[in-house]
Each structure stands twice: as C-alpha cells, then as structure tokens.
C-alpha cells in the first residue's frame, strides 16, 4: 500500500487516467473525485463500487483505496488537507443553514454521489472553474473554497441514502424522503421511532410501515438498525474516537449497550474491529 502526501493546503488537477488499476493508496488529506468521462470500480477495504461518467466521490484523509479504469478516463481532483476542511467548515456554519459542511457530501450507506441530469452541467462549470482558479491560487484560495462549498451542496442534494442495489426499486419521492430523514437523525434515535416518523411525514403508523416494507423490502427499524451501525462501524475503524464518546454520540445508554449490539451485528466488539482483529 502506498501513503499519498500532499505538501500544499490544495491542489486541483484536471487529469487523464489510462485504462487498469491503479495501487491501493492511503492519502493523508482528503479529496473530491469528479469523473467527467470514463467508468471503472472504485474500491475502498470493504466496499466496492462501479462508477462512470457524472460520479463524484469524497474520499477522507487515510481512507485506503483504489480505482481501476475499463478505459481511458478523464478525472478532475480537488486535494486539500485537513486545515483546509476545517475553513470550509467553519464557511458553511457562517452561512446559516445555506450551505452544508464538507462531511455532508458523503452518504453513509453508498460510497459515490451520482450526479442528476439537472445539476451535472453545473457541476462541470463548477470544476472548470475551480481549475481556472487554481492558476492563481494564492490570490483565489477564498474564491475557490466558495466553489467548493457550492459543490458540497449539490453533492448532498444529489446523496443516494439506500443500498446501491436497491435504488433502481424506488419509485416513490416521499420514501426517498423518509430515507433521507433517517439518515440525518441517525445520532437522534428519539427522532427515528416509527411513530415519530410517522408523524414527520403526516402518515399513519400503519401506512409507512406498509410503504416502507414495499419499497425497501425492509421494516423502518431494521433500516434504522442497519445504517446506524454501518455509520458507527466506520467510526470506529477511521476515527480516534473513544468507544465511549462513540456510544453517547449515537444514543446508546453506555458503552455496554454499544459493545453488546456491536458484537451482536458485526460478529466481534469495536476493540477488535479497531485492532482489526
């Protein structure tokens, strides 16, 4: 495996990637991943995914990973390190609701955001723009980080909250709704009881039990169950986070409580999956 550094704060490139794989890297900064033409697999360590033209990814400071090209490819990057999403950050929560932070361009359950029709031609102006400021960075850099703030906003917009085999399944607009609403409130269990839900979206107990099951071939809960412990899986093996700090973040009573359900769904508790065990 090869550890990618980055010396400067930003670096935005515009690139053509041959066909093949490429080696497992861990960077240590994070990055914007747009393919504007081309398609491949992208693979992380325990997840792998198809993408192609009008797909982006976020990928975070030390998450391992690959791509493999199935022909030549045009791939625009944004590189920056960690100071630099900590200003894009800070930007967003000035904006009052206006804008999201750079964390929300990722969806917990999928590991790319396809870009809709309706916003792909803003995202390549987007890009190309950014590409065109970053020829005179040093006098750009405020400019270029509101690019990349309207970037993270579509990308969050146009965020996948379901298994990437089961989205072809939905049809309907209020249960990619529901999804979405799971997804935000995952460290508010009180918020994502069926009758609150329920509640949210002026239906019946009995009505988005019925619509959910149709749509997902789950139960609102077992959705609930299975994307808060996805989230909380990469927390454990990608962050320092405290075992602790982890179980009070997404509403369990205790460590305990967090221990007993991990090793319940994952087979072995948060230490051994931190050690890799």
């Given at each position: 495996m090869k550890i990618e550094k980055l010396a400067s704060s930003l670096l935005i490139e515009k690139q053509i990637k041959p066909s093949g794989e490429s080696p497992l890297i861990k960077p240590d900064f994070h990055q914007f991943i747009f393919i504007l033409s081309g398609q491949g697999t992208y693979t992380t360590q325990n997840n792998r995914t198809t993408f192609c033209s009008g797909d982006i990814f976020l990928i975070r400071k030390d998450e391992e990973h690959s791509f493999s090209f199935d022909k030549e490819s045009i791939v625009y990057t944004i590189k920056f390190q960690e100071s630099t999403r900590r200003k894009l950050k800070e930007a967003s929560t000035s904006l009052k609701g206006l804008s999201v932070p750079p964390q929300k361009a990722k969806s917990p359950?999928?590991?790319?955001?396809?870009?809709?029709?309706?916003?792909?031609?803003?995202?390549?102006?987007?890009?190309?723009?950014?590409?065109?400021?970053?020829?005179?960075?040093?006098?750009?850099?405020?400019?270029?980080?509101?690019?990349?703030?309207?970037?993270?906003?579509?990308?969050?917009?146009?965020?996948?909250?379901?298994?990437?085999?089961?989205?072809?399944?939905?049809?309907?607009?209020?249960?990619?709704?529901?999804?979405?609403?799971?997804?935000?409130?995952?460290?508010?269990?009180?918020?994502?009881?069926?009758?609150?839900?329920?509640?949210?979206?002026?239906?019946?107990?009995?009505?988005?039990?019925?619509?959910?099951?149709?749509?997902?071939?789950?139960?609102?809960?077992?959705?609930?169950?299975?994307?808060?412990?996805?989230?909380?899986?990469?927390?454990?093996?990608?962050?320092?986070?405290?075992?602790?700090?982890?179980?009070?973040?997404?509403?369990?009573?205790d460590e305990s409580h967090l221990n007993k359900t991990f090793k319940k769904h994952f087979g072995k508790s948060p230490s051994d999956w931190r050690r890799g065990k």
């Open positions: 359950i999928n590991l790319k955001a396809s870009i809709s029709s309706v916003d792909l031609e803003s995202v390549q102006l987007l890009f190309d723009f950014i590409v065109h400021l970053s020829k005179e960075q040093s006098i750009n850099e405020q400019l270029i980080y509101l690019q990349m703030i309207s970037l993270v906003s579509i990308m969050e917009r146009n965020l996948s909250y379901v298994p990437a085999m089961k989205q072809r399944m939905l049809k309907k607009d209020d249960i990619k709704s529901i999804l979405k609403h799971i997804q935000k409130n995952l460290k508010d269990p009180a918020k994502l009881s069926l009758k609150n839900i329920a509640a949210e979206f002026n239906m019946s107990v009995t009505k988005l039990s019925s619509l959910f099951k149709k749509e997902t071939g789950l139960t609102v809960k077992n959705f609930v169950d299975s994307s808060r412990m996805t989230v909380i899986e990469g927390q454990v093996k990608n962050s320092d986070a405290s075992f602790s700090e982890i179980a009070f973040e997404y509403g369990f009573s």
